[in-house]
């Protein structure tokens, strides 16, 4: 079982960039799977979510209107697209999986993956 977040690299503010986050040995399909991200020097926080069913659930406001999120189940990928990035959105970004939405701390969620990194810088 694992979870693998590729797609990072760097851009300049105002940007975007398209994370994936792919799962190998388990079905996405009965998953939710949640985006998380950590910045350099501080805590983990919740970014976005989406359910089984395809609900959403922001975690972080500062990035409604500017980040979505989506799945393939045919790809058994969740992807989080991000425009108007901002250099306070550089981190490692990671995604974690669990039956729902269950909060905005990675910890509270089944297994999540290695990150990749979002650099944004002119």
């Known amino acids: 079982v694992q979870l693998q977040a590729s797609g990072g690299g760097l851009v300049q503010p105002g940007g975007s960039l398209r994370v994936s986050c792919a799962a190998s040995?388990?079905?996405?399909?009965?998953?939710?799977i949640g985006w998380f991200r950590q910045a350099p020097g501080k805590e983990p926080e919740g970014v976005l979510c989406i359910s089984s069913s395809d609900g959403r659930t922001y975690y972080l406001e500062s990035v409604k209107g500017r980040f979505t999120i989506s799945r393939d189940n045919a790809k058994n990928t969740v992807y989080l697209q991000m425009n108007s990035l901002k250099p306070e959105d550089t981190a490692v970004y990671y995604c974690a999986a669990h039956e729902w939405c269950v909060s905005d701390d990675s910890y509270e969620y089944d297994f999540w993956g290695q990150g990749t990194l979002v650099t944004v810088s002119s």
């Open positions: 040995g388990f079905t996405l399909d009965y998953y939710a």
